[in-house]
């Protein structure tokens, strides 16, 4: 398959900045050219925060029921994408496009498993463009996926919280979790099964759901790593070399476990349910994954219809109060973090990025987890700082998607442009959120088909989003031929409770939207700002 953004139009781009910059008028001007002075004499650091599962259920984003005190505040001084979206729903393949600057067809990464470095040896990864160019990068947490780690993209050894046996995934600390998890590790060493234990030799063990514990931040992984990383970013003000340092949480991802403070913050009563706990109507089989991932947890095993995302309400509510706290949790440690870094005196130069790896569902779509096309696992939260930027504390409705990070962050450093990457830089967004801009964006999913049918087959599920509509194909992963069809129409059905697709009367629209969806995977990025 060819690539979506192909080097005539990664070539394209300075000129195109150019005209920008007569687009933008005075004020605009004057912002980009301030921040490229400050870059001539002292590159600009980059804080790169990554957070594991996190749809943008922030009070910034809108919220009314999350409390995030933290990222709020750092949206106050950041641009807030609105309309950011992932290429694909599920950590591993999220990452290594995000990482690379390049989509899933083309990094051939669509699954847990599949490390990017097998498929694309030669692919340079965002780090190491920054490597490349004199930084000195540090990796620390979840950056890449958890058993999918990628030592050539760090300056140094990757730093993680040691000395505990169990994956940061799973880590458990009341003392009945703990004796659990010791019992079953026992069981598996008699059984001479050691198929749990990662390349690390970390244990990888699913017990129960949720934990809460009157515990400090640092009995578990996230606050234990942030102190880490305090130290290091005191570290690296003394250094000479400007720094990429990416930090990775864990939580929100399951299990929900973290000190009882974050539960206290919240009244379970008061925490409303998903407004549209029902499979979309009309919506193929293979469209929705229900709740695959929670059913792996001792405590949500028990089900006759095991793939069903169907609980009941008491279940739902400690689920959804499980992803508030932990998301509570989450936002007092980039709280520390970038404390941290002003502390230092490196917040005037530093740029800072915050991203979750893809949406989740809490119960929507009679569903949980990720693993989906649709808009709440692909629309994510996407907040970055550049110092000195004219848009600085508003938020952006422009479409973004997490190909475009790569060379957003390559050109507000000055550094060169890759000719493979398959996204548009949005740095002039941030000095002119108004600007032209993409008309769509893509994101897919391939669905495992044991999951879905007893034949077997996996599907590949292609999807545009638009200004108005999404729309995804699905085809078996080896054929051509599409087997089914989905159309939203995101001004009259936000939630995408309707599946419009069989309608004649959108035949017309479907034809148009075909075309651009096969357009945008198979040739030159036609969409890129601005169009005029």
């Known amino acids: 398959m060819n690539k979506f953004l ?6 394209a781009l300075p000129s195109l900045r150019l005209l920008l910059l007569c687009l933008c008028g005075s004020a605009g001007s004057q912002a980009i050219l301030s921040a490229a002075e400050t870059d001539q004499t002292e590159p600009p650091n980059v804080l790169f925060i990554a957070v594991d599962d996190l749809r943008p259920e922030l009070g910034c984003y809108g919220s009314n029921v999350a409390k995030s005190p933290n990222i709020d505040r750092f949206a106050e001084t950041a641009v807030t994408f609105t309309r950011a979206y992932c290429q694909q729903a599920v950590c591993n393949p ?6 690379t600057g390049l989509r899933p067809d083309t990094i051939k990464v669509w699954d847990l498993q599949t490390d990017f470095r097998k498929t694309t040896p030669n692919a340079v990864t965002l780090p190491q463009q920054f490597m490349k160019h004199g930084y000195h990068a540090v990796g620390i947490g979840k950056i890449f996926h958890n058993n999918i780690q990628d030592p050539l993209s760090w300056s140094e050894p990757k730093l993680n919280v040691a000395n505990y046996p169990f994956d940061p995934d799973a880590v458990y600390r009341s003392k009945e979790n703990v004796a659990w998890l010791e019992n079953r590790k026992a069981e598996l060493i008699a059984k001479n099964d050691l198929r749990r234990i990662d390349q690390f030799g970390k ?43 990416a930090v990775g949480y864990y939580r929100p991802h399951l299990p929900f476990n973290v000190p009882k403070r974050y539960w206290d913050m919240y009244d379970r009563q008061s925490i409303p349910l998903a407004e549209n706990p029902f499979r979309p109507k009309n919506a193929p089989i293979m469209s929705v994954n229900t709740a695959r991932e929670i059913r792996g947890y001792t405590d949500f095993k028990d089900n006759p ?24 949790y ?17 917040d005037r130069n530093t740029i800072v990025v915050l991203w979750g790896d893809h949406g989740w569902k809490l119960g929507e779509h009679n569903s949980w987890c990720k693993m989906t096309n649709y ?17 600085n504390g508003k938020k952006c409705d422009r479409l973004v998607e997490f190909v475009d990070v790569y060379p957003s962050l390559c050109e507000l450093a000055n550094l060169p442009l890759r000719k493979e990457l398959e996204g548009v830089s949005f740095a002039p967004l ?63 059905d936000p939630q995408e409770n309707n599946n419009i697709a069989e309608d004649a009367k959108h035949r017309e629209l479907i034809q148009s939207l075909a075309k651009q969806l096969t357009a945008g995977w198979n040739s030159p990025q036609t969409q890129t700002p601005p169009s005029k």
Not at 6 to 11: D, I, Q
Not at 94 to 99: G, I, K, P
């Open 430 to 492: 941030l000095d002119n959120r108004n600007l032209p801009w993409k008309k769509a964006v893509f994101s897919q999913f391939l669905r495992d088909g044991i999951w879905i049918a007893p034949d077997g087959v996996a599907y590949m599920g292609r999807c545009i989003r638009t200004h108005q509509h999404r729309y995804v194909e699905w085809k078996p992963k080896d054929g051509s031929d599409v087997v089914a069809r989905e159309l939203y129409d995101l001004d009259s």
């Open 94 to 99: 999220s990452r290594a496009s995000l990482m």
């Open 6 to 11: 192909t080097s005539t139009v990664a070539l």
């Open 330 to 346: 989450i936002d007092a440690q980039v709280g520390r973090l970038l404390d941290a870094l002003t502390k230092q005196n490196l």
């Open 375 to 391: 808009e709440i696992d692909t629309r994510v939260p996407l907040i970055v700082r550049t110092p000195n930027a004219s848009e």
């Open 305 to 328: 219809r095991p793939h069903e995302g169907s609980f009941t309400d008491e279940q739902a509510s400690l689920l959804k109060h499980g992803y508030l706290a932990s998301v509570s």
């Open 203 to 245: 244990w990888y063990l699913k017990h129960v759901a949720t934990e809460n514990v009157d515990l400090p931040d640092d009995a578990y992984f996230d606050g234990a790593q942030t102190t880490i990383a305090i130290e290091k970013i005191k570290k690296l003000a003394t250094d000479e070399k400007p720094f990429f340092m």
